[in-house]
């Protein structure tokens, strides 16, 4: 097991914060850095002292895989044991564990017998695990994650070890390079946030109303060019629709959710290894623990999560033979809203204890990255000519000049001209709204309440606009509405 350089340091960085008392530690790496082969050696070593280590994974599914990895890497499969329900290698007597949370959280952890425990994507937090952490004070924990930017982690672990980072790991050729093509951008408007993150229902409205699903899969046909691609969707209705738009397109789909069993999951990732499927469609998960060879990444799960996002991307990061790059699709505008995800990372460099210092709360925001107005490639900040098209737009006077006759206005006119010059379409909208609330005779306050869950703002500016005949995008826009609205009384 021939460790790479930054693998050997972030494990003498370890040792240095295990020899200097800390007992709750985060290693933080990138996806693709590595992380099991680190894992596994700390399993070694310790095995070597005499010592009985558990590895905790996040998720059921992420059990046999992280065996097999664990195999791979020179521990005996004599030595292992799983802790997972009625598993066919559970053996409390082996000196190596391998156990899900979602088990341990059921079981009474005092009568489990280990001298270290590491918890592999530790950015998910479980009360369980916090608990037992709480229990086992002398044990050292070892948290492993690409993403440990949850807020208040640091309340719970002491130490962040991070030996390296995504741009490193690009230069180096362990990570691969990767292009982000804003794909098209969607109307997000009247989509709530929840904890932090969009609403799932409406996003999933906003993700699949007019043209954006069969936009996906054009821009795919055309862009894509036939590339084993990952596309990351907002929930299951979502992911179906977008699976059976790619087959009505020609192109072989598959479908997994965080419900899809082991059994049929592997066989998905086995045709789409083999080329037999070209595309697969996600919700809930492979995001975290999959090693496939992806060289295109569809994000139409658009997210405020950093954490989400460069799990996300990470999923097309791994190196394979013959991959020069990986393509990133971007049906979500999630990149022009965060940043890069190597920015992302450099924005958490120490763990989150939940509190907002002076500095992190009035610190000037960092540029975020454009579009090509030209092809849509992802331009970092501050780049004027695209490096992918070579299109440099012209600067723009900010002066707007239109054709129009002079004429004499007071000061009242003058205002009631600037409202009917500005935002044209948004007063074509709340035209069209007071013409379907006076149509079906809606409550007088109707149409600006409409106009605000649209928009985000009350139509203040527009009191002088006359109900008018609304367009197909209206109307399109207020049945999604109601249907959203129905689903919700009917659930």
């Not at 098209?389 to 723009?396: L, R, S, Y």
């Not at 703002?457 to 207020?478: G, I």
Request: with cysteine; charged share 25%.
């Amino acid at each position: 097991m021939i460790l790479r350089p930054p693998q050997t340091r972030t494990l003498n960085s370890l040792a240095k914060a295990i020899l200097a008392g800390k007992r709750k530690i985060v290693v933080q790496a990138p996806t693709g850095f590595g992380k099991t082969v680190v894992g596994a050696r700390i399993v070694a070593g310790h095995r070597a002292k005499g010592g009985r280590p558990i590895f905790v994974c996040p998720a059921v599914s992420l059990i046999d895989q992280t065996v097999t990895r664990l195999t791979q890497y020179g521990i005996p499969l004599s030595d292992i044991g799983v802790i997972q329900a009625d598993h066919p290698m559970t053996d409390y007597a082996k000196p190596v564990q391998v156990a899900s949370i979602q088990t341990l959280s059921r079981r009474n952890t005092n009568r489990i017998d280990a001298s270290l425990v590491l918890v592999d994507e530790c950015h998910k937090v479980f009360k369980a695990q916090l608990r037992w952490m709480d229990q086992w004070n002398n044990v050292p924990f070892i948290g492993l994650s690409a993403t440990p930017w949850t807020k208040g982690l640091g309340k719970h672990w002491e130490e962040l070890v991070c030996e390296t980072s995504i741009g490193e790991l690009i230069r180096d050729g362990y990570l691969s390079p990767y292009r982000v093509f804003a794909a098209s951008h969607p109307d997000l408007a009247g989509v709530r946030t929840v904890a932090g993150d969009y609403h799932e229902g409406d996003l999933s409205d906003a993700m699949q109303r007019g043209a954006i699903v069969g936009d996906t899969v054009s821009h795919w046909m055309t862009h894509g060019q036939g590339r084993p691609t990952l596309a990351f969707c907002v929930d299951r209705a979502h992911a179906k629709h977008m699976q059976t738009e790619f087959i009505a397109a020609g192109v072989s789909a598959g479908y997994v959710d965080a419900y899809t069993d082991r059994e049929e999951r592997q066989e998905i990732a086995d045709q789409f290894h083999r080329g037999e499927l070209t595309v697969v469609c996600s919700v809930g998960c492979l995001t975290t623990g999959v090693d496939w060879d992806v060289r295109c990444i569809i994000l139409a799960r658009p997210t405020k999560s950093p954490m989400l996002y460069v799990q996300i991307i990470g999923r097309g990061l791994r190196t394979a033979d013959g991959k020069d790059d990986c393509l990133i699709l971007d049906h979500s505008d999630s990149t022009i809203r965060l940043g890069f995800p190597e920015d992302v990372e450099a924005q958490h460099s120490a763990l989150c204890d939940g509190k907002i210092t002076e500095r992190n709360a009035t610190e000037r925001e960092e540029p975020l990255p454009k579009p090509c107005g030209s092809c849509g490639f992802i331009k970092a900040p501050k780049v004027h000519k695209c490096p992918a098209c070579g299109f440099a737009p012209e600067k723009k006077s900010e002066v707007e000049t239109f054709s129009a006759e002079l004429e004499e206005l007071g000061s009242k006119a003058q205002r009631k001209a600037n409202r009917v010059m500005a935002n044209p379409e948004k007063r074509e909208w709340f035209a069209g709204l007071q013409m379907i609330s006076k149509r079906y005779q809606y409550k007088s306050g109707w149409a600006a309440h409409q106009y605000r869950k649209k928009f985000g703002v009350w139509p203040n500016a527009h009191k002088d606009v006359n109900a008018a005949e609304p367009s197909t995008e209206v109307l399109s826009w207020v049945r999604s509405q109601q249907i959203r609205y129905a689903k919700r009384r009917a659930s």
